[in-house]
Antibody, heavy 118, light 111 residues
Framework: EVQLVQSGAEVKKPGESLKISCKGS????????IGWVRQMPGKGLEWMGI????????RYSPSFQGQVTISADKSISTAFLQWSSLKASDTAMYYC???????????WGQGTLVTVSS | QSVLTQPPSVSGAPGQRVTISCTGS?????????VHWYHQLPGEAPKMLLY???NRPSGVPDRFSGSKSVISASLVITGLQAEDEADFYC???????????FGGGTKLTVL
């Protein structure tokens, strides 16, 4: 069974750095693209970017390019999303998801809530 | 404003049929990119409902079906049940934006 398990909720101050994780199991992690999706409070879904753990090929949404860094370590079947300097507007739920047919996302993590507040 | 336009809300009584539309443009749905649908129950992560316009993943009941036309797509739910109450999102790819795009979401209320 494919599972994506994300790291726990985080509370940070503006300007702090953060790295959240998404660990895959039940499939060959290196061979499937993993994407990240943001959902701000009470809002819809926004695609942030995607990575192929096999060779770390990474693509970013233009909206998030330069704002976050996506990485992966296939040796531990884990993808990461990181910020170097958080802003209050980064407060959101972040989901990782495995890419399926035609740029779809067929398996999702449970989400990581990031709260940025002074 | 989302690139893919969905109605903010739809509603129906148990047993009825509802349709959720997803309207795009010539740079996404109209360019031939597939449309995918997700539902999100309150407090939960999204789950895939349909992929590539009209394909159901294993475990999704055949009460859920999809179609795609020129620049739009539709999700049809028949035999509405109370547990169908959720937010629904369409998703595609936009070649002008070079971006995966989601609709703004539709809240389904079962009366």
């Amino acid at each position: 069974e494919v599972q994506l398990v994300q790291s726990g909720a985080e509370v940070k101050k503006p300007g702090e750095s953060l790295k959240i994780s998404c660990k895959g199991s039940g499939y060959n992690f290196a061979n499937y693209w993993i994407g990240w999706v943001r959902q701000m409070p009470g809002k819809g879904l926004e695609w942030m970017g995607i990575i192929y753990p096999g060779d770390s090929d990474t693509r970013y949404s233009p909206s998030f390019q330069g704002q976050v860094t996506i990485s992966a370590d296939k040796s531990i079947s884990t993808a990461f999303l990181q910020w170097s300097s958080l802003k209050a507007s980064d407060t959101a739920m972040y989901y990782c998801a495995q890419e399926g047919p035609g740029n779809s996302f067929d398996y999702w993590g449970q989400g990581t809530l990031v709260t940025v507040s002074s | 404003q989302s690139v893919l336009t969905q109605p903010p809300s739809v509603s129906g009584a148990p047993g009825q049929r509802v349709t959720i539309s997803c309207t795009g443009s010539s740079s996404n749905i109209g360019a031939g990119y597939d449309v995918h649908w997700y539902h999100q129950l309150p407090g939960e992560a999204p789950k895939m409902l349909l992929y590539a316009n009209d394909n159901r993943p294993s475990g999704v009941p055949d009460r859920f079906s999809g179609s795609k036309s020129v620049i739009s797509a539709s999700l049809v739910i028949t035999g509405l049940q109370a547990e169908d109450e959720a937010d629904f999102y369409c998703q595609s790819y936009d070649r002008s934006l070079s971006d995966v795009v989601f609709g703004g979401g539709t809240k389904l209320t079962v009366l």
